[in-house]
Each structure stands twice: as C-alpha cells, then as structure tokens.
C-alpha cells in the first residue's frame, strides 16, 4: 500500500472516531461581566529533532537523500551549481522553519505539497527542527 493511501486509511479511521465528541474550539470562556470569549489557544510546542529525523526519513528522504538516485537531490544540484549552496537538506545550513514549512505544504517543481494528514503540523514542527538543526 502507498504511503498516502496508508495515511489517508488512519486519517479516516480517527475521523471517524473523533467526529463523536466536542472540540475545544466550540468552547468558550465566561468573563468576570457575563460575556464570554474563545477559550486561549494552547501555545505551540517547540519541534523535537530526532522525530524530525525520523519524519525525513519517511517522507523526504527517497527524494532529497544523499549522493545519486534522488531526484529532489539533483534538481538542485543543478539550480545551485557553482553557487556552494549544498544540495542535499540535510547538509544545508539556511533552511529556516519558515522556509521548511513552505515548501512542504506548497511543493515546487515536480515536489508535491503534503496536505495535514500526511505530515501533521506536529511533525512539520518536528522535521523544522531536524533541518535547521546546524543553525
């Protein structure tokens, strides 16, 4: 089974298990003056870099691997001959999170996005993390 048609079959199977109860955005707070507001977002959790690794791994490696046979790898060979910027991610040094995060969810060229439910923003965090590891 493909990679995307084992993450959509666990996606829809918690979908189908989540859809039962409430979310905390349907959830308000009460003011002190009897009016109420959204409850506080939680605060985003910084990315753990070994998950991050273990995300590349699965999602981005065949593409954007070390030495030949990645496509990912050699496409930007090309766009970067003779300018020192390393091809391989894993060997860069300016990939920010921001940078990272666009890219997976846009896509480029022939790299297509990945939508939630293929890497969720956890893991985006977690691969953000891993790539700009070097900083």
């Known amino acids: 089974m493909k990679r995307r048609s ?10 189908a298990t989540a859809s ?9 707070e009460e003011k002190a003056d009897g009016t109420t507001q959204p409850a506080a977002a939680a605060p985003v959790q910084p990315g753990d870099p070994a998950k991050g690794k ?9 593409c954007h691997g070390r030495g030949p046979g990645h496509p ?19 060997d860069r040094t300016d990939l920010t999170p921001q940078v990272t995060a666009y890219f997976v969810r ?4 022939l790299m297509p996005y990945f939508r939630k439910t293929e890497i969720s923003d956890a893991q985006l965090r977690d691969l953000e993390a891993y790539l700009a590891k070097q900083k």
């Open 6 to 15: 084992r993450v959509l079959a666990l996606v829809l199977a918690g979908v």
């Open 20 to 28: 039962c109860g409430g979310s905390n955005a349907d959830k308000a």
């Open 54 to 62: 273990e995300v590349y791994a699965y999602w981005c490696s065949a």
């Open 72 to 90: 990912g790898t050699q496409s930007l060979e090309v766009k970067y001959r003779g300018q020192g910027i390393p091809a391989a991610l894993e």
């Open 106 to 109: 846009n896509g480029v060229a």
